[in-house]
């Protein structure tokens, strides 16, 4: 008896389901345009965002110059975002923003086309150029809706996308230095302390800084290597005053004795202007 009632229940269900695509299709195909913008919005109420999407496609011509269109190409925007069309979305929002810019829902309009491309951004080990477009598209919605109901959400965007690219920057420098190019690893971190004062990886792109540094300077030829242990020296000087109890500070003493016991034994050597190759 069960099992009888759950084919029943299943073909009921069929049934249904069936009986809505068909009324969908009939929808789809229908030239009344009241019958379908009332379909989409009906749907869209519901959160079935592709049906709704797809009538409001076909409306949003249709409806030009009518008061329901400013509601119609917004919903539009919507459904696509709500079905994670990101690039869509943002696209969709930027033309109903051209289109009605005295629309109340312009601001919210603003923020979901924000949204959309924060959404698209992708992770920190890919190309960030979406992620900079949208980090500015963020900050015009923040300096055009000062005190918008939605600031908390975009701020809490901004700040998130610019970890991204500051994890970007030193994930990109690091890397200088697992491949064991030192100068372009020291050149880097100084640059990424520069940019990012104020970094959660500052302490390592500190000591990676001294780190590439030092194993440059002993890589170097001999005129070379003064000035370099010089500049690395520097370097521990700065770590040590900047981060006094890291857990790397017994590496970077060592590294700093080492500095200066060599710049010791190479005084008696040409400085580098004196010198013809470069290394």
Known sequence: MRFHRLITAALLTSMLALGSC???????????????????????????Y????????EMIPLLK??????????????????QRNYVLSAYYFKQFIDTYPNSTMVEEASFLRAKSLFRDSPSYELDQTNTVSALETIQDFLNNYATSQFRT??????QELQRKIENK??????????????????????????????????????????AAQYAWAKESIETKQRERFLDAVAFYQHFVDTYPQSK???????????SRAEIEKLKSLPTE???????
């Open 169 to 210: 920057a030193f994930q990109s420098a690091k890397l200088y230095y697992a491949l064991r190019y030192n100068q372009a690893a020291a050149t880097a971190m100084t640059n990424f302390m520069q940019q990012y004062p104020g970094s959660v990886y500052g302490e390592q792109a500190d000591y990676l800084r001294l």
């Open 248 to 258: 790397n500070l017994r590496t970077a003493q060592s590294m700093y004795d080492d």
């Open 153 to 158: 959400e975009a701020e809490s965007m901004s």
């Open 22 to 48: 068909t009324g969908y299709q009939k929808l789809l195909k229908s030239t009344n345009v009241n019958e379908k913008y009332a379909a989409a919005i009906k749907y869209y109420e519901k959160g079935d």
């Open 273 to 279: 202007g004196a010198a013809s190759t470069v290394n």
């Open 50 to 57: 592709f049906r709704s999407g797809a009538l409001l496609e």
């Open 65 to 82: 110059g009518r008061p329901e269109a400013e509601k119609a190409q917004f919903y539009f925007a919507n459904t696509n975002y709500m």
